[in-house]
């Protein structure tokens, strides 16, 4: 069974451009959670879906956004890039939120900003 | 006080010997506890799961929980090379949530 896919897997964006990044979760999956993972603040909270519905947001500024489609697919966007939104970002899925849920995270979207 | 607490290590042990990875959260309602293993430039990889009090072994792996204490560990038996990695503690909260808590890792060296 697949994992779950992450798209684009690298990419290099100019400050104040706008970066979209796409996840798959694993066939079944319906709960699909991002993350931002950078040396200094570690692995954090971006946004969870579940349902199309956005049932949680982190402590993150407005340019970042996400969306989930009819087929569980998931997109986030950040919008007017900055240089330390350079970073590792992980899609995780689950089958449903809450306890008892496994969650696996994809190989990640390795964005640098330059 | 963070969130998820862990020792950043590194903590080196020789090859063979039993490793023991620590972390301790702050939420008393957390109900799901994960442990991933990160390898440098790769995604976190899940390794244990565990949501009530008690042990849980998989292989030479073994999870354990204290609610109680609020505490969760992580013990490598018969440790290899291979396991050198960043270890990552995470916790779900309660109610009906996928959101996890990360902790900053744990850096296991494993000496041949």
């Known amino acids: 069974k697949a994992g779950v896919t992450q798209t684009p897997r690298y990419l290099i964006k100019t400050r104040g451009q706008q970066v979209t990044l796409s996840c798959s979760p694993i066939s079944g999956h319906r709960s699909v959670s991002w993350y931002q993972q950078t040396p200094g603040q570690g692995l954090q909270f971006l946004f969870e879906y579940f349902s199309e519905t956005q049932r949680n947001k982190g402590n993150f500024p407005g340019r970042f956004s996400g969306r989930q489609f009819s087929n569980s697919r998931s997109e986030m966007n950040v919008s007017t890039l900055e240089l330390g939104d350079s970073a590792l970002y992980l899609c995780?899925?689950?089958?449903?939120?809450?306890?008892?849920?496994?969650?696996?995270f994809g190989e990640g979207s390795w964005l640098t900003v330059v | 006080q963070k969130e998820v607490e862990q020792n950043s290590g590194p903590l080196s042990v020789p090859e063979g010997a039993i490793a023991s990875l620590n972390c301790t959260y702050s939420d008393r309602g957390s109900q799901s506890f994960f442990w991933y293993r990160q390898y440098s430039g790769k995604s976190p990889e899940l390794i244990m799961f565990?949501?009530?009090?008690g042990d849980k072994e998989d292989g030479r792996f073994t999870a354990q929980l204290n609610k109680a204490s609020q505490y969760v560990s992580l013990l490598i038996r018969d440790s290899q090379p291979s396991d050198s990695a960043t270890y990552l503690c995470?916790?779900?909260?309660?109610?009906?949530?996928?959101?996890?808590?990360f902790g900053q890792g744990t850096t296991l060296q494993v000496k041949p």
């Open positions: 995470a916790v779900g909260g309660s109610g009906n949530t996928g959101k996890l808590i």
């Open positions: 995780a899925s689950s089958l449903s939120p809450g306890v008892g849920n496994t969650i696996y």
């Open positions: 565990i949501y009530s009090n």
